[in-house]
């Protein structure tokens, strides 16, 4: 079974410019999550789909971040514009349901 | 606003040492515990905790929940160098329509030398 795909892998940018990251989930998993992992901190919920509607997105930071999943497959997350303190790696997982939740390899965000 | 915090930061063993990682949760309406190993990379699974003072087991790792006092250990027994990685612990809410939200905590960086 393939697990979640992220890229790019690695991504720098300077402050300001845009940025966008793509997630394609487990092979019929309706759950999608988009984490942010600052370094030396554990993962923390962006924004959560359920098929391709939000479930959760009380922890996005709306003027600058947006995500989408339009056909309740794959699914983007865009930074517009960055900020220095937007550094750290971005997280996909995806589940079957309540279930375990399976993340992807990230994508490790430099905003300088 | 839901918590995790785990216990020790770091911890640094030899190999063979036997390491207790602790973590403790508030979590509103709590569904389950869950850790998870995380190397260079993605965190991977480890174990899903719902009822109180059952352990579960994987080869030298093993966890159980006190959902009294609002706990979880991870125990790791004749520890190698690959058991190196940073153990996160995270609690999810029953939350609704939304299956539940994990909330993660800090993590412990396990280092064990040869």
């Known amino acids: 079974e393939a697990g979640v795909a992220q890229s790019p892998r690695y991504k720098i940018i300077e402050k300001r410019q845009s940025v966008a990251f793509w997630c394609n989930p487990i092979?019929?998993?309706?759950?999608l999550y988009w984490y942010q992992q600052i370094l030396g901190q554990g993962p923390k919920l962006l924004i959560q789909f359920q098929n391709n509607g939000v479930v959760d997105d009380s922890q996005l930071p709306k003027d600058r971040f947006s995500a989408e999943r339009l056909k309740g497959v794959d699914s983007t997350l865009k930074i517009q514009p960055a900020k220095l303190e937007d550094s750290a790696v971005y997280l996909c997982?995806?589940?079957?349901?309540?279930?375990?939740?399976?993340f992807g390899p990230g994508t490790r965000l430099t905003v300088l | 606003e839901d918590k995790v915090v785990q216990s020790p930061l770091s911890l640094v063993v030899h190999e063979g040492d036997t390491v207790t990682l602790n973590c403790s949760y508030e979590v509103t309406n709590f569904r389950s515990l869950l850790w998870y190993k995380q190397e260079k990379k993605a965190p991977t699974f480890l174990f899903m905790l719902?009822?109180?003072?059952i352990e579960k087991k994987s080869g030298r790792l093993s966890s159980i929940l006190d959902k009294k006092e609002l706990f979880s250990i991870l125990n790791i027994t004749a520890t190698q160098t690959g058991d190196s990685a940073v153990y996160l612990c995270?609690?999810?809410?029953?939350?609704?329509?939304?299956?539940?939200?994990?909330?993660f905590g800090q993590g412990t960086i396990l280092t064990v030398h040869p």
């Open positions: 995270a609690g999810r809410n029953a939350g609704g329509t939304s299956y539940g939200k994990l909330t």
């Open positions: 997982a995806s589940s079957l349901g309540p279930f375990t939740q399976y």
């Open positions: 092979s019929g998993h309706a759950t």
């Open positions: 719902t009822s109180s003072g």
